[in-house]
């Protein structure tokens, strides 16, 4: 009984002494086997926050291309009415400022000195063709030389034609109006001794209207008849609408520009020549125009690029730009219609860097130049 409760004895103090040795082994081995998991979870990145930014989609609109220049508004014909010929004022038959028709008597330079030798021609005339009355009655029977009927039928012809000449002379005291239109402001009184080189009154016919204005050499190739245009002018709010009918044919080479004519109605006589215009002249038209907000073209090194909203991220996008105005500018390539371009935050976006659409703005309408 002794031997084997000694045995006992030794066989526990042995299996407690193994114990003691083989649990810091073990805590040893679970270490080496758990550090490989720390380090590689010490290793890996914290995943990435997706930034709150604001989207617009891209629509085609229409864009007008125009040129914007000043110019003048000009009387559509424009004369100064003076007399033909030199003599006393004797009528004045119209209103100043107001609209006379063509034809119309406008003055009359005093012709009575005229009319008096015109009588005498008539008489000369008469006695002359009974001259040639007689004569002929005489030549039958031989009774003038042919000689002599000569010089009285050649009598006959110069009368008339110093009667013709006075004819002329006597038109020429009519002042008439050679087109219908307005009349300015009378510069000379009735009973005035007047000569061509005076100007009784101007005259203009203002509907309708020209307009005449400037543009650079460079947009020669994109000026031709028949295009419209739009100006205003002071004291009007309104737009008034015009079409080309003639371009200058040559460069002016102190301005290096051209100029360009338009004509546009002008009833009830509103407008008035000389006003100063503000002209705006559309040269082409895109009905499928793709435009961004100005702010969301960003320049790189090598061009310009916007951000498209792609996946949840912001994808770094070249594009090329063509026309650009306040607020929006043309992308010719590199953006379609639908896509998603961030509008916001830009400065802190990286190519695919993981965003957020916040908010969808509305696209901005300024398509004016």
Known sequence: MDITKNHLQVTLTLFCLSLIFLLPACSKTDEKKAEPKTAAAAAAPPKARALPVQGLVVESRTLEKSIGATGSLIAYEAVDIRPER????????????????????????DDKELQAERKRLEVSLDLAEKEVTRGNELLKIQGV??????RLNNRVEAIKAEMAVLDVQIEKSNIVAPFSGLVGLR???LGAYVTPNDIIVDLKQVNPLKLEFEVPEKYISQVRANQALSFTVV???????AKV???????????????VRATCANPGNRLKPGQFAKVNLVTDKNNEAIMVPTDAVIPVLDGKQVFVYKGGKAVAT??????????LVEVTTGVSQGDTIIVSALMSLTNGAPVKIQELVEPVNDLAE
């Open 86 to 109: 030199t003599g006393k004022l004797m009528q004045l038959n119209f209103n100043e400022s107001s609209f006379v028709k063509k034809g119309r008597l406008l003055a009359k330079i």
């Open 145 to 150: 030389s042919a000689e002599e009927m000569d």
């Open 187 to 189: 510069q000379k009184s």
């Open 235 to 241: 004291g009007f709010d309104q737009t008034f609408r």
């Open 245 to 259: 009918y003639a371009t200058d044919s040559e460069i002016a080479p102190e301005t290096r520009t051209f100029r």
């Open 318 to 327: 070249p594009v090329i730009v063509e026309d650009r105005r306040a607020q």
